[in-house]
């Protein structure tokens, strides 16, 4: 028995914050996910190579290099077994255009159930990049982060067509937490 769940949100829009709330709301229940982030995965090996010095360099490594990196990740990632749900991007934006997060090889051997967006208007995910000083957030406009989120759910209907997995989006606006983290629950649960 298991499931395998795949949460994405482009950066800033509070995807790993409400993910810790939705994984409490569980543990009350006596739900328990393991909670994998691909970032970090890729990011183990990227930082024993000496390729970056933090996980925000990564998406501006060559093409090449950024797709070992996220093969190894998959690997790793398909031995775990049981409730899983894996912290990841749909695309990353790089300096030559969107990288898909789950290419073919990667979703062979991920196999989600589930693919979720987590989404909010784009002015807002820009005033959350300005205010996180944690992290190094790209530069962007309000219409790129909105052209970004469009092509997530683009690519998310692509995999669902390769896996047949399900594609559903959780909105985490303002003051609204949450209620994103009861949504995420329910589709968890
Ligand atoms: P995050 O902490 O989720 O923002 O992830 C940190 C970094 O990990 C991202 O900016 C990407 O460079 C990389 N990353 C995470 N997931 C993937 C993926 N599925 N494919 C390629 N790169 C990824
Ligand atoms: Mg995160």
Redesign the pocket.
Known sequence: MGKRVVVTGV?GVGKTTVIEKALALLGREGITYQPI???TF??EVASEEGLVRD??E??RLDGQT?KRL?KTAAQKIAGIEGYVLI???TS?KTPTGY?A??PEW?LRDLMPDTIVLVETDEDQILLRRLGDETRVRDREGAKGIAEHQQFNRALAASYAMMTGCTVTVVRNPDFLLDNAATDLADVLR
Request: avoid cysteine; proline fraction near 5%; hydrophobic fraction near 35%.
């Open positions: 950066p982030n691909f970032g890729m990011y996980r925000d990564m998406r950024q996220q912290d990841t991007h990353v990288l997060g789950l990667v």
